[in-house]
């Protein structure tokens, strides 16, 4: 089996994590800035972090044999603070053009207010000046739905954004039909306790087939399991799919998406 981790916050997971994703078969792991469990207070918090990503994780996964991505944005959690993360957004430009860098991300909405919908837009703005891909993290529970339809709004409205060139993440069954509608990719995310179960992930999969679609495991700090993705591709072989398309939905389907960045290279077999 071979599959891509496409979204994983590995700064949070251990060296014996890499080591098992690199036996279970992952060919790459991408990693969206995302929240540190705390709000941090400085732009120079976030200069520390976005050096992290691009040049301490990238080395500590090599050792692994693994390529190590990521993108880089101030997550939805931070953004009430608007100066902040003005101030963050500003130093970006500094990393985008870093050789793993594949776009802007994750941004979007926690809980749908005013100030994190302008730092959204400041991100939106970002990324089409800097032609980079953008990968969007949608509200929890009872906000999704309202936060992913906002979310598309505001990139339907910026005629620079193409839709095939943004995944949006964290979909279930409410709101995977709208982003697909759309024409976006659509991120299905593999935890225990909460977003999609395997089995319910692969329920999707048989609803709404298997273009513009990934699964990725988010493994952070939390509750989460960095093997969330060939744990689901067992559960789609135990109904009967065949190997050409488990292969499609966790491993091609990824790279097709990620592959829109000319950096993006995975290891030649």
Same mark, same amino acid.
């Given at each position: ?81 608007? &100066? ?26 926690? *809980? ?5 919908? *302008? ?24 906000? =999704? /739905? &309202?936060?992913?339809?906002?979310? /598309? ?5 910026? =005629? ?34 909460? =977003? ?51 292969? =499609? ?13 000319? &950096?993006? *290279?995975?290891?030649?077999?």
């Amino acid at each position: 089996m071979r599959y891509i981790e496409p979204h994983g916050h590995m700064v949070s997971r251990t060296t014996d994590d890499y080591q098992d994703m690199v036996t279970a078969g992952c060919a790459a792991v991408c990693e969206p800035a995302f929240w540190a469990g705390f709000d941090r207070s400085s732009v120079d918090g976030f200069h520390d972090y976005f050096c992290q990503l691009t040049d301490y994780e990238p080395k500590r996964a090599a050792k692994f044999g693994l390529p190590h991505y990521s993108w880089l944005c101030i997550n939805p959690k931070e953004s009430e603070d608007v &100066k902040l993360a003005q101030e963050v957004i500003g130093i970006i430009p500094q990393f985008i053009d870093r050789p793993n860098v594949l776009g802007i991300g994750e941004i979007g909405l926690n *809980k749908n207010s005013r100030n994190e919908m *302008k730092v959204l837009e400041l991100h939106v703005d970002l990324a089409a000046r800097t032609n980079s891909l953008i990968l969007v993290h949608t509200p929890h529970l009872e906000d =999704k /739905l &309202k936060g992913t339809r906002l979310i /598309l709004d505001v990139l339907r409205s910026d =005629k620079r954004i193409q839709p095939e060139r943004c995944i949006i993440d964290h979909v279930e069954e409410h709101t995977i039909g709208l982003v697909l509608d759309a024409g976006f990719w659509a991120g299905m995310t593999l935890y225990p306790e909460s =977003k999609c179960s395997p089995s319910r992930a692969v329920d999707m999969l048989d609803c709404f087939g298997h273009e513009r679609i990934w699964m990725n495991s988010a493994c952070d700090w939390g509750v989460s399991i960095p093997l969330a993705v060939p744990r689901t591709a067992l559960e789609m072989r135990r109904r009967a799919w065949n190997a050409d398309l488990v292969d =499609k939905v966790i491993f091609r389907n990824p790279a097709q998406f990620m592959s829109q960045c000319p &950096k993006f *290279k995975l290891p030649q077999t």
